[in-house]
């Protein structure tokens, strides 16, 4: 694996759909082959191009949310640790490109970069957390607790991270990638916009057909608060009387109680990234909870209704009342259904 590292010079850490295609643009536009990037994904996920660089990790599970969930990946992280400095050290690096600051591996890097200053550091957005100021306060205590010695076991430098998770505000960061500017949590003089592009619809979209995309917001707040706006959503989705109903599941993390109380409906098993099925829907309304993709879709093809439904109460029950996503989802023209007081 380590001679592989003779022709790279890119260092890319993926943990998402969203930071896969973000970071694929980026490449693309800075004229950077394949051959010269060494890849980690940080998430068990499809990447279309990871067979095509010079090296790469893939992360072998999906992620665990407990703290003794992490035993399951720590031959994961002794692999990838190497593998990562390995690079780091034979490789003449000369850009990085990160999803967070607050993962073990690019945590590691963020500091590595700060001895390195000749070396490019581009923040590529995730999703939606990019447009929330999502800091220490939003993850599990014990991620804090646990990181530090398990750092040290695999011989990687980690600081807790100080400011937004996304690592936009570290010293090291030179640019910040992503798919919109509106509500971006990000020193603006560091973004650049790259944007997805409009697609053509192979078949009209029929608003009377609602494809529901699922996220993980019920592992960000109590599940008293998670079941009230879930069962809010039900109401106003069985008010909207749709002939048909599809859902999309999370690839990583479960949806919770919800699909147990939903209508009946229809779960699309497809597990290409969402984006990619946008030409070929069937539904002309899209719904959820705090999902990326009902940005992306309403990017990708402007004449869907997509749909947020809750945000007046999981914006303050998940991220401590920040509003900061609002204004992307205002910008982009996602419609927001309110979570009735009563």
């Known amino acids: 694996m380590i001679q592989k590292f003779d022709s790279v010079d890119t260092l890319v850490f993926v943990n998402n759909s969203i930071c896969a295609d973000m970071t694929r643009k980026w490449l ?81 890097v963020f500091r590595w970069a700060e001895r390195h200053p000749g070396v490019l550091v581009v923040v590529v957005a995730e999703g939606i957390m990019n447009y929330q100021n999502v800091g220490y306060d939003n993850r599990a205590a014990w991620r804090w607790r646990a990181k530090v010695p398990i750092a040290a076991a695999l011989g990687l430098q980690y600081s807790q991270p100080d400011g937004h998770l996304s690592g936009a505000f570290e010293d090291a960061t030179d640019v910040v990638v992503s798919f919109a500017s509106a509500g971006l949590t990000a020193p603006p003089e560091k973004v650049q916009v790259l944007q997805y592009p409009t697609v053509l619809a192979n078949r009209p979209a029929n608003p009377k057909v609602a494809l529901i995309l699922h996220s993980g917001l019920t592992h960000w707040m109590p599940s008293e608060d998670f079941e009230a706006i879930a069962q809010g959503f039900v109401t106003w989705l069985k008010a909207q009387e749709f002939d048909k109903i599809y859902a999309k599941r999370h690839p990583n993390v479960s949806a919770g109680m919800i699909e147990d109380i939903m209508p009946p409906h229809e779960i699309v098993e497809d597990s290409r990234p969402f984006e990619a099925l946008l030409p070929d829907l069937e539904a002309g309304t899209l719904a959820g909870m705090c999902c990326t993709a009902l940005i992306t879709s309403k990017l990708m093809r402007p004449e869907l209704r997509c749909v947020d439904f809750g945000a007046n109460r999981y914006l303050e029950t998940a991220y401590q009342g920040d509003q900061t996503v609002i204004k992307l989802m205002s910008a982009v023209g996602v419609e927001m259904v309110p979570l009735p007081s009563h």
């Open 28 to 108: 693309l536009k800075e004229n950077i082959d394949l051959s010269r990037v060494a890849l980690v994904l940080l998430r068990k996920l499809t990447v279309d191009w990871a067979d095509d660089c010079a090296a790469c990790i893939r992360y072998p599970i999906k992620p665990k949310l407990t703290l003794m969930g992490q035993v399951h990946v720590l031959g994961f992280y002794r692999r990838a640790a190497r593998f990562m400095k390995a690079a780091l050290k034979t490789a003449p690096i000369r850009m990085i490109l990160v999803p967070n600051n607050d993962n073990l591996l690019t945590n590691h």
